[in-house]
């Protein structure tokens, strides 16, 4: 069977019973689904996104709301359960920087990233200021390690840490 989902399509999904945990996604795709005589049941195709939102409270973090980015997609190779994942999503957040004598607000993106299958997805996060080329200029220095722990800091603290730039943040998430 061949199904079409319309790009226009809204799915959302709560991953918990209070709905603070949850997923929202719009996009579509082409898929193709087969059920064998013997009741085996596959599905190939990619549903591709063009927005949405991901609600999530990790262990230490609050409950945060990252905008998911167009051509993120989750595609199916055969086991229904276990859809491939490429997705990347973003939340904004403020934090005052300290650069010499001066401290400025800096709109900082803090990027998850969640790749692999859905039974063993890695999970990443990533920092980024387009706003703010001197910090993007730093963060661009950075290990990709680093960058995680800063935009820890970031959902965490609200505080932006790196050398000789240390202040609470000011302003929370936009």
Partial sequence: MMVHIDPSVRLKVDLDASNDNRVELEGGGDL???????GDLTLTGRYTLSGGLMKYALPVIAAKEFAIDNGSYVEWTGNVMNPMLSISASEQVKATVVDGEQNRLVTFEAIIR??????????????????????????????????TRQALNL?????????????SGSGGSM
């Fill in 32 to 38: 193709s689904m087969k059920y064998t005589p013997q």
């Fill in 114 to 147: 969640i790749q692999n299958t859905l039974t063993r997805p890695d999970i990443s996060f990533d920092l980024s200021a387009p706003n703010d080329m001197v910090v993007q200029n730093q963060l661009a220095t950075f290990s990709q390690e680093e960058r």
């Fill in 155 to 167: 959902l965490i603290y609200n505080t932006y840490t790196a050398p000789g730039a240390a202040k």
